[in-house]
């Protein structure tokens, strides 16, 4: 019996709660960790849909097993607040004990990590003001977390930040209480856990100036390829902040990565800090800077932090001034984190190429559909990709449509046009990759005839075409909103291959209809398959374990294509 028949029968497809009487339905698998799979449970008649945390019952044969599973059930049923992942139930059967959660579709900020790297200040600002509430709400009821990581911050379909897996967290029974236990992740553990002098609440403050550190600079505080190394010097409190990150920024982290946890100030300290009190924090931001950094309106930001939002200097023309460089220099000084260039997806393109040689130089083995499933990774799937396109470039471009429904143009002068899918906000880009941002109606008279092709187009994919993959809306916090949009496009016998300036790679197979979504941040392929299946796959799960044959045969296309395409002669 393969693994995956093993978990048809322990897991099944209604699984019914015998204290009430309730059944929910299996859906789509939703990711795995530790002891635990994640499956998206439709509770029968309602419609509603939780995170089913499953753990199989073999896992919990011994006694500290049970206890760490009472004790994190315990912990959170008892919880209540916004930025704290809702606990709704929980039952168990035979095999298995089922823990019913919110869930949050935008997965974690470790995929956002990823995809991003340093994120903006205010961006980080916004994120930084949810994580602190929701720590101080637990450090209110005497609860340290003690696993506190990007990993463990969900983000629901409205990007606010859900603290999640309490698995270690531990409740302080009386003032001045030591836990002694050590516990926590590499990158974010504090010195005093790995020194066994006991600890408390300041180790949460010292994983928070962990998160601080890597969203600002795009990379963990004390990280090094060593264990060791990484724990000496956590111990030493080794570690250094660039002269970019402004001062305000710089001093938060600064005050929470002190070797002395009675010298941390308290969450609510931090939060009446001068990063958080003084820069712009905006109420909301929209789910394209899962992939594309936001793009902010000058007049909104204040103009003493060092990190310059992403109204760009030299790639964003502002609507109704002749030169923004004048009014934008007058903010403050430091260097300016620019848009997509052209280089930047050649780069995504090297990096595709070689993942994809890492990869089939193992010769990975064929699987069987029973694996599929199993050894998907859904926190690894594709935000954006295309859904539909269109080649009319005998006279104008090649139009597409996202899966967001936003829908762009790449025209044959190498101008391109999008329009996000409010279908209100217009974003023109020029061949030299400059940007101007657009309301629909007030578009000036030299756009006219591409604004009317841009609708031809759209008009003629929403009428006429099908859609790719699974089908979801996105919201747009329009003044912020920046879309990836399309940097190739490559069209032969064998079907279109798009890269998008995200560093995605998507390819359209004509013979099968079969589509691959490749992404070299993420380290992974979005399969499409003859049935539209959508499965998500690490490329390193799939050299070590293998993968399905149509798969495989799609990933050897790709590598051609891209050592093709990186071979030939570049145009400026």
Not at 315 to 325: A, C, E, H, T, V
Not at 457 to 472: I, P, Q, S, V
Not at 538 to 548: E, Y
């Amino acid at each position: 019996m393969s693994r995956r028949e093993d978990d048809a029968s322990t897991i099944p497809e209604t699984i019914v709660d015998r204290n009430n009487g309730y059944s929910y339905i299996r859906r789509r698998f939703f990711g795995k960790g530790g002891f635990a799979k994640c499956y998206e449970l439709e509770k029968l008649g309602s419609g509603v849909i939780y995170a089913g945390k499953i753990v199989s019952k073999t896992l919990l044969l011994k006694e500290n097993q049970k206890e760490k599973m009472a004790q994190e059930i315990h912990i959170h049923r008892s919880l209540e607040h916004k930025n704290i992942v809702k606990f709704y139930g929980y039952f168990e059967d035979t095999h298995n004990v089922y823990v019913l959660l919110e869930l949050c579709r935008k997965r974690s900020m470790m995929e956002l990590h990823k995809r991003r790297k340093a994120l903006t200040e205010p961006e980080v600002r916004y994120f930084m003001k949810q994580l602190l509430e929701g720590v101080s709400y637990l450090h209110d009821l005497k609860i340290i977390h003690r696993d506190l990581k990007l990993g463990n911050l969900f983000l629901n379909d409205h990007l606010e930040v859900k603290i999640g897996d309490f698995g270690l967290a531990a409740k302080i029974e009386y003032s001045g209480q030591r836990k002694k236990t050590v516990c926590g992740t590499p990158n974010y553990i504090a010195p005093e856990i790995l020194t066994k002098k006991g600890h408390s609440f300041e180790v949460d403050v010292w994983s928070i100036g962990c998160i601080l550190y890597t969203l600002l600079v795009g990379r963990p505080p004390f990280e090094t390829s060593s264990l060791r190394e990484t724990y000496n010097r956590i111990k030493k409190c080794e570690f250094s902040i660039p002269t970019n990150i402004s001062e305000h920024a710089a001093a938060m982290v600064h005050s929470m990565l002190m070797p002395d946890p009675h010298q941390r100030p308290t969450v609510k300290q931090l939060l009446r800090s001068d990063f958080m009190t003084t820069g712009y924090c905006p109420r909301d931001l929209p789910p394209s800077i899962l992939t594309t950094a936001p793009r902010f309106d000058e007049s909104v930001v204040k103009p003493n932090f060092g990190r310059k939002p992403f109204a760009e200097l030299d790639n964003i023309r502002s609507l109704g001034q002749k030169d923004p460089r004048a009014s934008i220099a007058a903010a403050s000084s430091g260097p300016q984190l620019p848009s997509v260039t052209a280089q930047q997806c050649h780069n995504y393109l090297v990096q595709l190429q070689t993942q994809l040689y890492e990869v089939l130089r193992t010769n990975p083995k064929v699987l069987s559909l029973d694996y599929a499933e199993e050894m998907s990774d859904p926190n690894a799937q594709p935000v954006v990709w295309v859904s539909k396109w269109v080649d009319y470039s005998d006279k104008y471009g090649f139009g597409y449509q996202l899966c967001d429904d936003g829908v762009g143009v790449m025209f044959n002068d190498n101008t391109k046009l999008v329009l996000l899918p409010n279908q209100r906000n217009i974003h023109y880009i020029e061949k030299d990759g400059t940007e101007s941002y657009y309301i629909s109606g007030q578009t000036p008279p030299a756009l006219e005839k591409k604004i009317k092709l841009l609708s031809y187009f759209r008009r003629y994919m929403t009428e006429h075409l099908m859609k790719a993959g699974d089908a979801f809306r996105m919201e747009e916090a329009d003044n912020l909103s920046r879309m990836p949009y399309l940097q190739f496009w490559h069209r032969s016998t064998n079907g279109v291959i798009m890269q998008l300036t995200n560093g995605t790679v998507q390819i359209n197979f004509s013979t099968d209809h079969t589509k691959i979504i490749m992404c070299p941040l993420m380290q992974a392929v979005t399969y499409i398959d003859v049935d539209r299946n959508f499965r998500t796959y690490r490329f390193g799960t799939i050299a070590q374990q293998g993968a399905l044959s149509g798969l495989l045969e799609n990933l050897k296309y790709a590598h051609r294509k891209i050592t093709n395409f990186l071979e030939q002669p570049r145009t400026s």
